[in-house]
């Protein structure tokens, strides 16, 4: 498995320097970027593990917290946030806890950072085979539980509006999607109509995401014809046997398909 890893630092430094020496020691292809959009974004295509070296400048770089926000939404890059508490704070207030795969406090220990990037990348060469769900949630606490219980089954990309879910499928196609019926701003009704109105995705199995149970609620979701519903209130057993019960029915049907 190819182990590469972006660092992300302003200039060199002695903790810097000791870092990059250990990673390549443990096997590491160390690609170091400074902190600009246009440096990060010139390597990004190369690793799926970005690291973060922080310092004082993260309360000035608002343009690049934002563009790793994204480069995690909708690339799945896996971000390692290294820093005092302050510093990880202030990264935090743009990029969701839910979208960072790991955090350290200085003082640092670079072996337990080596140990949690190994683990990383061997989930994500993992992940590779797995099926994969685009979770579509306002609510940063529902969108990290559930994408806690689902991914030791399933590769899970969140996003926390319609339009980051627009335009993640615009360069990327899940196996699902599970939306939620209740959004700002773009509904999920008016996401599952946009998709549908797309020929390139209209064929991405859509299931809603409701917290309303009661028969009225579920058909009017159940009208809009997507591809199934789930309460929000279900436990993890219960969302995973759904989820199992769904993909095997597509798999009946596409083996029934392919035998016409």
């Keep these: 498995m190819e182990k590469k890893a972006m660092l992300i630092r302003s200039g060199e430094s002695f903790m810097v320097n000791v870092i990059t020496q250990k990673l390549e020691e443990a096997g590491y292809d160390v690609l170091p970027a400074d902190i600009t959009v246009a440096a990060v974004n010139a390597q990004q295509k190369e690793t799926d593990i970005l690291v973060f070296y922080l310092g004082d400048f993260v309360s000035e770089a608002s343009e690049l917290l934002v563009y790793l926000k994204d480069l995690c939404t909708e690339e799945d890059k896996l971000l390692i946030l290294l820093g005092n508490p302050v510093e990880l704070a202030t990264v935090e207030e743009t990029i969701p806890s839910a979208l960072v795969a790991a955090r350290f406090e200085r003082p640092l220990d670079v072996k337990k950072i080596i140990d949690e990037m190994d683990r990383l990348v061997s989930v994500n060469d993992e992940n590779a085979r797995k099926k994969t769900i685009l979770l579509v949630d306002d609510d940063d606490t529902f969108l990290k539980t559930v994408k806690g219980w689902l991914s030791s089954v399933y590769r899970v990309s969140i996003v926390t509006s319609g339009a980051q879910a627009m335009m993640y499928i615009a360069d990327n196609r899940p196996d699902l999607i599970l939306l939620d019926y209740d ?27 409701t917290g309303k149970g009661d028969k009225e609620s579920v058909m009017k979701v159940l ?24 993909f095997e029915k597509k798999k009946y049907e596409q083996l029934h398909e392919m035998q016409k």
Excluded: W
């Design 183 to 209: 959004m700002p701003v773009t509904t999920g009704p008016q996401v599952l109509e946009m998709i549908r109105s797309e020929t390139k995705v209209d064929s991405i199995p859509v299931i809603f995401l």
């Design 223 to 246: 009208a809009l014809k997507p591809d199934g519903y789930l309460l929000k209130s279900a436990d993890k057993v219960t969302l995973l046997k759904s989820l199992e019960d769904f």
